[in-house]
């Protein structure tokens, strides 16, 4: 029997699904608007259109749908959409233009780490992990953010770029909250 908080996070059909996403509080409908395997990811994409988010493995392998859930980093194709009910979800539309991390990753161009991104599919994955382990360690060691990182692939071997732009971005923030 589930317990009261798996209820809570659960929805029934009478109850609607409340997600406050990018700062908007969006409602939904189970068996109308989404069904109950419903992933956040396909919510957030194909639903209503927040493709900065992108789905590769669609099976929590490689990091590129990764978004904010109460400001921690989690794997949206991982995630029920009605497990965000009474959370807030981040995407990468949502953070603003002058983000430190987003400047971070544009401004990488160091010799010896390389640019912290080439085709860019992933930067948006990388970008939301990054903020997310920003929020929890503002200022992590080398070894921190290799291992913050570690569940975003890049096809393009971007890592050592990618890394330099993170710890940019701690530098630069105010306790890495920005």
């Not at 194909?46 to 900065?52: A, S």
């Not at 640019?115 to 920003?134: E, R």
């Amino acid at each position: 029997m589930p317990g009261k908080s798996e209820k809570r996070t659960r929805g029934t059909k009478s109850s609607p699904i409340i997600i406050k996403i990018n700062g908007k509080a969006h409602e939904f409908e189970l068996g109308r608007d989404l069904e109950p395997e419903t992933t956040l990811s396909f919510l957030l994409r194909e639903k209503l259109g927040y493709t900065g988010l992108k789905v590769a493995c669609d099976e929590g392998a490689c990091g590129a749908c990764t978004v904010l859930m109460d400001g921690k980093a989690v794997l949206s194709c991982m995630k029920l959409a009605v497990e965000a009910h009474g959370h807030e979800i981040q995407t990468i539309e949502g953070l603003p233009k002058d983000d430190p991390v987003i400047k971070a990753f544009a401004d990488q161009c160091e010799p010896g780490y390389g640019t912290a991104l080439q085709c860019g599919f992933c930067t948006p994955g990388f970008v939301m992990a990054a903020k997310g382990l920003l929020n929890e360690n503002p200022k992590p060691s080398p070894a921190e953010i290799k291992e913050g990182l570690s569940g975003n692939i890049c096809r393009c071997g971007c890592y050592s770029g990618i890394a330099r732009a993170v710890l940019h971005a701690s530098e630069t923030t105010e306790g890495g909250k920005k």
